[in-house]
């Protein structure tokens, strides 16, 4: 062990020219400490066996500000599984291992062991982010907000902001889920038992225990940003604010131009920031009461849930009643507005960069569908990805000079439409500019038909719309006319139909990208029951000599399971500054 410490540190010591190698000891701080647990924990009026981050799900809020190096240190204090934590939505693309993509980007932090991610926030990049383990199902609770501040006053004023964090609860543990999922004898997880609301909820049956709906608590006249993280396992969810109205001003980290809604349609993966104008008392006295729900329904799945929250007006004589759950639901029950925000939604910013049709340099389709033989699984262009797919993370290999880039480029070129099938990857250029389309399609067997939020690690993409049917490159260009498509890392694939006939095309999501920053990226459908089942792929972004380029040498102490770059109890860690 000594010596593969001194080897590591040596290597660090003679070929880093970007980042030194520092020893960690108890002299280092980090910024920021999480520690990952699996225990027995309540939620939803249910005790269940979670994934929990410093104790609770959701784990604390981060706040990060833009432009500064943060240390995050991750404890896994489980004893018998690996986990990491990637930072959703951020781009870590200078800091090669701190992605928390297990094999993909890093490999996983064993048991007993911690990690120190280095993660800074871009400039310009200030927005509403979540933190989530990556391994499994654990990020059903393994999760917490994530909130980068600007150096500079936000563009638009509000008085005070409140996180609402929207998720799933289970009844099943992720191991008999994750098992039940990837068997020869599939069964299903089973739908969401309640939504919850920065993890508190009430369900309207089954409940007997002493828990409460979640309440987001305001002042009357006050300007409230109020910032919505879908960090569902499954749900897509539609959420509304008894008699108030919301006005969306960011969308995964952009400033948009301010659009007016009832609603918000929030997909997991996805975050919108909103401006709410609480109510004067004189507007409370005339409506009689300081409590609203908050009313979300879940969309497009066999069964439909609606759950609450509470926005509740602060006052010494009131506290809100957060054991009642209405019923009937006092708005509507939410159905999905298909497409909704398409072509719509414009970036604050006069420029954003977006790529024209002529920059396009390459166009890839990915058709989704899914199998079930002896296994049920989903497929892109014919092939499952699941994180035991790859025997070393290919960031790993591609140091280690194990994976040839050049070559998986040239068979996706060549004879893949893209895909190289050998690696099970994407490979792009540097300097490419892709036009990437998800085309929905029915299931081998009967047709059947979901909504998948897709996600992108790394630089976001450039959301260009959806349709029905099959993508026509040229009906969407003429759609595009006039608009100004906003930024993202998270974007809804609708399904149109619940069913269609096999393979039959039903549905596209396009997206826009910019190969800019070398790495390797998940882009994956971010409902966890469809991870398990296959539904990821991994993009790489440049070549061997850009990665290198970028992060300069690494220290061995990455490239192993468990290496110097890990601590645990007894040592250290050995670990690189890559950005300062
Ligand atoms: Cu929040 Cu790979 O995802
Ligand atoms: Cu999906």
């Known amino acids: 062990m000594h010596g593969i410490r001194i080897c590591a540190l040596l290597l660090g010591l003679v070929s880093a020219t970007r980042g030194s190698t520092v020893r960690h000891d108890h002299s280092f701080q980090p910024d920021h400490i999480l520690r990952v647990t699996a225990e027995t924990y309540t939620e939803a009026c249910s005790e269940r066996y979670s994934v929990l981050v410093n104790g609770s799900s959701p784990g604390p809020e981060l706040r990060l500000r833009e432009g500064e190096v943060n240390w995050i240190r991750v404890y896994n204090d489980m004893p018998d599984a690996n986990t990491t934590i990637h930072w959703h939505g951020l781009t870590a693309f200078t800091s090669p291992f701190s992605d928390g993509a297990p094999a993909a980007s890093q490999w996983p932090i064993p048991p007993g062991h911690f990690f120190d991610y280095e993660v800074r926030p871009e400039a310009g990049s ?89 309440a987001i608590s305001v002042e009357p006249r006050k300007s409230y940003r109020l910032r919505f993280i879908g960090a569902t396992a499954l749900s897509f969810i539609s959420l509304a604010v008894e008699s108030h109205d919301l006005q969306i001003i960011e969308a995964d980290g952009h400033y948009t131009k301010p659009f007016a809604t009832e609603f918000l349609q929030i997909g997991s993966g996805q975050r919108y920031s909103v401006l709410l104008t609480a109510k004067s008392e004189d507007e409370l006295k005339k409506v009689n009461k300081r409590d609203f729900y908050i009313q979300i329904t879940t969309l497009e799945r066999p069964e439909v849930l609606t759950n609450f929250a509470v926005l509740h007006y602060e006052s010494d004589t009131h506290s809100p009643d957060l054991t009642t759950v209405p019923s009937p639901p006092p708005l509507p029950v939410a159905s999905t507005v298909q497409g909704w925000l398409d072509y719509e939604l414009e970036p604050l910013v006069q420029d954003n960069h977006f790529p024209r049709l002529e920059e396009v340099t390459r166009r890839i389709i990915i058709d989704v569908h899914q199998n079930v033989s002896d296994r049920t699984i989903w497929l892109q262009n014919g092939y499952d990805w699941v994180q035991s797919y790859p025997k070393s993370p290919y960031l790993v290999d591609i ?174 860690p050995f670990v690189q500054h890559f950005k300062q």
């Not at 909130?147 to 005070?160: K, N």
């Open 126 to 214: 200030a927005g509403t982010y979540f933190y989530h383990s990556h391994v499994g199902f654990q990020a059903v609770t393994a999760k917490g907000s994530l909130i980068v501040d600007s150096r500079s006053p936000p563009p638009y004023h509000y008085d005070e902001e409140r996180t609402v964090m929207i998720s799933d609860y289970f009844s099943e543990t992720d191991d008999e889920i994750e098992s039940g999922l990837t068997s020869t004898n599939f069964t299903w997880s089973g739908e969401t038992e309640a939504i919850l609301v920065n993890g508190h909820s009430r369900p309207a049956t089954n409940a007997t225990g002493a828990c409460k709906l979640a």
């Open 399 to 572: 140091y280690k000079n194990q994976l040839n880039l050049d070559a998986t480029y040239h068979r996706a070129i060549t004879r893949g439409n893209g895909f190289d099938n050998i690696t099970r990857t994407f490979p792009a250029q540097i300097g490419e500019v892709l036009e990437i389309v998800w085309q929905n399609r029915g299931t081998v067997d009967n047709g059947g038909v979901d909504a998948h939020p897709f996600h992108a690690h790394g630089r976001h993409f450039y959301d260009i719309g959806g349709g029905d049917g099959l993508y026509n490159a040229t009906a969407n260009e003429n759609h595009l006319k006039g608009t100004h498509p906003v930024q993202r890392d998270t974007s809804v694939l609708y399904r149109y139909r619940k069913e269609t006939s096999q393979l039959v095309p039903s549905g596209w999501r396009a997206w826009r990208i910019r190969v800019t920053s070398a790495g390797v990226w998940m882009y994956h459908c971010h409902v966890l029951q469809h991870m398990e089942m296959g539904m990821q792929t991994v993009f790489t972004f440049g070549d061997r000599e850009d990665i290198l380029a970028q992060s300069g040498p690494v220290d061995g102490g990455y490239l192993t399971y468990g290496g110097s770059a890990y601590g645990n109890a007894t040592s250290a």
